[in-house]
């Protein structure tokens, strides 16, 4: 059973413009939030994260938005460009558990 | 130089075959997590060390074992290996607090 979900297996958008990677989840005791994002051949970098006692960070180019009640967040990217086509996974964490749980991951296609 | 080395990058090998793969890092860090992604599906914990006496299980680490043989080396053996074991295999690294950074990953195939 998965317990974070990445419903979305591609994703394209063009150059300049919003890109809104979205995941989900289901168990209510992650506290923490990672987003990672990873090219061929290369293993994942980390991108941003959140906790959960806030609803929003930023980070540049890079927002991530939380909404506990929906056990939904968002990655933002804008505006998005070539360098950022690659896959993006979310990741939840419990400080208690130690373990990062892992999403399958969203293919994001920039056009030029 | 890449902070966290994977050795080999990719293998083939055979049904039955004893495997280690190998990880070593140089940032420091003194925790360290064996991971493996399958087509598909997002990265799976194998193992974790927090230290060189601390070894834990992750979901999934029957059929596999490891050895922390020092802070910046921790390495992961299939002793008898089986086709579904085929699949991509992450070593990462973290201190306390921060995100963990990752090696850039062995392609294992079982034939």
């Known amino acids: 059973d998965q317990q974070v979900k990445q419903n979305s297996p591609s994703l394209s958008v063009q150059e300049g413009r919003i890109s809104i990677l979205n995941c989900d989840y289901t168990n209510s005791m992650f506290d923490y939030f990672l987003w990672y994002k990873k090219y061929p051949a290369e293993g994942p970098t980390f991108l941003i994260s959140i906790s959960s006692i806030k609803d929003k960070n930023e980070d540049g180019r890079f927002t991530v938005f939380l909404n506990k009640s929906a056990k939904h967040l968002s990655l933002h990217i804008v505006p998005s460009q070539p360098g950022d086509s690659a896959v993006y996974f979310c990741a939840a964490l419990m400080d208690s558990n130690y373990q990062l749980i892992w999403g399958a991951g969203t293919k994001l296609i920039i056009k030029p | 130089d890449a902070d966290v080395t994977q050795t080999p990058r990719n293998r083939i090998t055979k049904t039955g075959k004893r495997i280690m793969l190998e990880c070593s890092q140089t940032?420091?860090?003194?925790?360290m997590y064996w991971y493996r992604q399958d087509p598909g599906l997002g990265l799976q914990l194998i193992y974790y060390s927090f230290d060189v006496k601390d070894i834990n299980k992750g979901e999934i680490s029957d059929g596999y074992s490891v050895s922390r043989q020092a802070q910046a080396k921790f390495s992961l053996s299939l002793e008898s290996a089986i086709p579904n074991q085929t699949a991509l295999y992450f070593c990462?690294?973290?201190?306390?607090?921060?995100?963990?950074?990752f090696g850039d990953g062995t392609r294992l195939s079982i034939l």
């Open positions: 940032k420091g860090h003194d925790r």
């Open positions: 990462a690294t973290s201190d306390q607090v921060g995100p963990q950074h």
